[in-house]
């Protein structure tokens, strides 16, 4: 019987002839496996290639985004600069070792801190008080200001967030980069977060990440995290220095719903009332007030109230820059706040605050903050005539909304010797 087609394919021989590309069939691959072999070789060394120039071009981004200099041009009220580490010797030259700078009056009366920083992916918090200290004059009591309050967070900015490493303030002299930040410290500084944050003292169970957080770790303690020892040597410093009143400057995407509006632990209620009625009056924008949860822990407005005489406030602004429903995240979007997917969220009632074509600008929002600041120190003084605070040349809303925040930013390279600072 002659062989069918089955046993032909079946057969040994022909499935030996099948896969022996040496047999008389005409194929010679002796110089296609070298070939191949060199091809995959020269990929493989391409890829390493690209992927080392990008390991080391990011790499030389991240140590200059961590290493960049801020310049403070001490302005003439400045009196002195001290560091967070004068107040708790473990913080003493390392990262967080914020900058304190002083500036008294000329007459006694109250003391007033304010805090940028907290979370610096959130510039309009240090924008203000960068204003104060180039600017402002204090002519009774005392203001101390805190420009970097968590210096970790500026170093890095959020993973997988798109963020840009910094952005630049135009001037009349050129333009102001400031580093773009964080919302929490840098992992480089501290880390591994833990599965469950548990504050201290409370005991209360928070997000694990915000260990990290300086507005969760209040009132910190001097064995703990470095963002629980950065918030230790505030409240030495708020203790020891007889603190009256704690400003903290914050921003908040618009999806959040506290916003626009002054937070106050209940020792300073009537203040903050009042505040932000002669705000929405005198000034043209409207905030407004809510009273700290006793019972949410680690936040400043809280946590200071509670565990120092100081009255403890904190301001929000909007930053459309944060919402989740952004578009491109570019330091173009953090500077104008203009966004048409935020707009749109807001045309389907998922926001908390108003946006329109004009967004919500940089100058908008330092300028609400510096309104806010300013307002303090008048109300507390009309209150307390026997302890006051004054101060000069601090803009208000129209005026750095007119001029823009960099018509306000001295020039590092006039400065004269001994008046020139770094965050």
């Not at 304190?100 to 109250?110: N, Q, R, S, T, W």
Request: charged share 20%; glycine share 8%.
């Amino acid at each position: 019987m002659a062989p069918t087609t089955s046993d032909i394919v079946r057969s040994p021989k022909s499935e030996v002839r099948s896969r022996n590309p040496g047999d008389d069939t005409g194929h010679r691959t002796s110089d296609v496996g070298p070939r191949t072999t060199r091809i995959a070789i020269a990929r493989k060394l391409i890829i390493a290639s690209v992927g080392l120039a990008l390991f080391i071009s990011s790499g030389v981004s991240f140590y200059r985004s961590r290493h960049l200099q801020e310049p403070v041009v001490l302005g003439p009220g400045v009196t002195g600069v001290r560091h967070l580490g004068d107040y708790f010797a473990d913080l003493r030259g390392g990262v967080n070792d914020a900058n304190i700078y002083v500036l008294d009056g000329k007459e006694p009366g109250a003391t007033i801190l304010v805090l940028g920083g907290s979370h610096p992916e959130e510039p309009a918090g240090r924008l203000a008080p960068w204003i104060l200290v180039e600017n402002a004059v204090v002519t009774k009591g005392r203001l101390l200001v805190a420009l970097s309050t968590n210096r970790s967070a500026t170093t890095s900015t959020r993973p997988s967030g798109a963020y840009p490493a910094d952005f630049s303030i135009p001037t009349a002299w050129g333009a102001q980069t400031f580093r773009m930040g964080d919302r929490w410290s840098n992992p480089l500084d501290q880390w591994p977060d833990p599965e469950v944050y548990i504050h201290y003292p409370s005991g209360q169970y928070l997000a694990y990440m915000d260990i990290r957080n300086v507005n969760r770790a209040w009132p910190g303690r001097p064995n703990g995290t470095i963002t629980e020892k950065t918030t230790y040597a505030f409240m030495q410093m708020i203790n020891r220095e007889h603190v009256d009143i704690v400003i903290d400057l914050h921003e908040a995407e618009l999806q959040y719903p506290v916003i626009s509006t002054i937070v106050t632990h209940q020792r300073g209620q009537d203040l903050a009332t009042m505040v932000s009625m002669m705000l929405t009056d005198l000034d043209g924008f409207k905030i407004g007030c809510e009273f700290s949860p006793k019972n949410l822990h680690g936040l400043s407005h809280r946590e200071i109230g509670d565990f120092s005489p100081a009255i403890s406030l904190l301001f929000e602004t909007p930053e459309p820059f944060l919402d989740a429903t952004r578009g491109r995240t570019d330091a173009e979007q953090l500077l104008t706040g203009k966004d048409d997917f935020v707009v749109m969220a807001g045309k389907h009632g998922l926001l908390y605050e108003k946006i329109d074509e004009k967004g919500w600008p940089i100058a908008v929002r330092v300028g609400r903050h510096s309104s806010s600041i300013a307002q303090v120190m008048e109300t507390w003084t009309e209150d307390h005539p026997e302890k006051p605070i004054g101060a000069l040349n601090i803009p208000r809303y129209r005026d750095v909304v007119q001029h823009g925040v960099g018509y306000y930013l001295r020039d590092p390279s006039k400065a004269a010797p001994g008046r020139l600072a770094y965050e």
